[in-house]
């Protein structure tokens, strides 16, 4: 089946570049069948996205409000055939979808539907005494916006949501191998009511289209989620221009186990945590740091637990792990684990895809691995978790902070005082204590360093699509100012 690509002013529009398949990494068969966008329907998007910015900027924050209000309405109508095109495009299980991608997509749209009308800042008062100073907040403008293929509809809500609440028009390139429910979003935003041009998809590849995009001249703000690599050169791109930037990267979770934690939340949390939509999330659990007194029973728990995971058809409610993205990723990963005995790790469990079709990859676990070992440094975006011991707590938020990536991280202990400094020092945009993945639309998601900067999802992520403007007047009606003196030299 082929369809349109594209949406832009308001409409679905069939691009003219190379034909594209998206691929259901389960089976390896065709989903649907597009024409790519070119770097011309960017120049259209961004044209669509300007002309429509004033009337969207100059709704007041009600009737933005009503919009994004009605739209969490659609988009929760439209859950059953949002979890479908997810399953399909992804390979991610039916449980992580109805329970996780798409529920949590439909409350983060309607807490930004309730975030367009709180805009907050200081008090309009005459701090100088002869002026009345206030603050206003204006949308930053167009907003382009590059979003990866592990949470297709997360992403797109994450980007565009914040920023259509603070008034900004969006253009947004998904990933070219996952469009369908970025594009059913866009979709259903007109249905709710949003002007034509304001959400604006243009899916095409990254070195053309994305490019294209993260480099135009008329956007005023770039973001991305997607790997440190990438995100660097759209950083790049953007700098042409001066543009703003909101960067979400790669992550390299550490998992602290201290010596008084309890040892089968911490086993179970680890495999949850490092398997999680099969283990390609940026704050999945990879490293595993472990008290030296649990270790052992530490190793074992988890490959009994990861032994036990299910790995299946996506479709099915009692499958618990499906594949990865694609063939060429799990190949990927394959060889990061394949490399792990030969630097000092030691291959537990899994470490083999299994005997089906599709791109799945067995639950892995490695222990004794080196701090210097490829799979302890870099990002694998796989299930696997690879684990170390440590002497004492000096060492232990060491090795967590051995990284340069600075996303998210777990401490698990009872101890209320090792947990506030364990979230103190560990260096994380996000550290769970006693648990690892939840997140709540009310709260920031964002990293440092290698992970990037910025936030997405809260009232902090609103402030990356707003500019704030100091706005002084005069109260005294005194045409010669006490200041002046600073520049006559006589006084009238």
Known sequence: ??????????????TGGPLHQVINPATGDAVVEYALAQPADVDAAVASARAALGGWAGATPAERSAVLAKLAKLADEASSALVDEEVSQTGKPVRLATEFDVPGSVDNIDFFAGAARHLEGKASAEYSGDHTSSIRREAVGVVATITPWNYPLQMAVWKVLPALAAGCSVVIKPAEITPLTTLTLARLASEAGLPDGVFNVVTGAGA??????AGHADVDMVTFTGSTPVGRRVMLAAAAHGHRTQLELGGKAPFVVFDDADLDAAVYGAVAGSLINTGQDCTAATRAIVARDLYDDFVAGVAEVMSSIVVGDPADPDTDLGPL???????????????????GGRIVTGGEAPERPGSFYRPT???DVSESSEVWRDEIFGPVLAVRSFTDDD???RQANDTAYGLAASAWTRDVYRAQRASREIHAGCVWINDHIPIISEMPHGGFGASGFGKDMSQYSLEEYLSIKHVMSDITGVADKAWHRTIFTKRR
Request: net charge negative; aromatic share 2%.
């Open 208 to 213: 053309d289209v994305g490019a294209a995009l």
């Open 325 to 343: 993205i694609s063939t060429a990723h799990r190949e990927k990963v394959a060889g990061m684990v394949s490399r792990a005995p030969g630097e």
């Open 1 to 14: 089946m082929t369809v349109a690509s594209s949406w832009i002013d308001g409409a679905p529009v069939k």
């Open 365 to 367: 676990l490695i222990a």
């Open 395 to 397: 060492d232990a938020l």
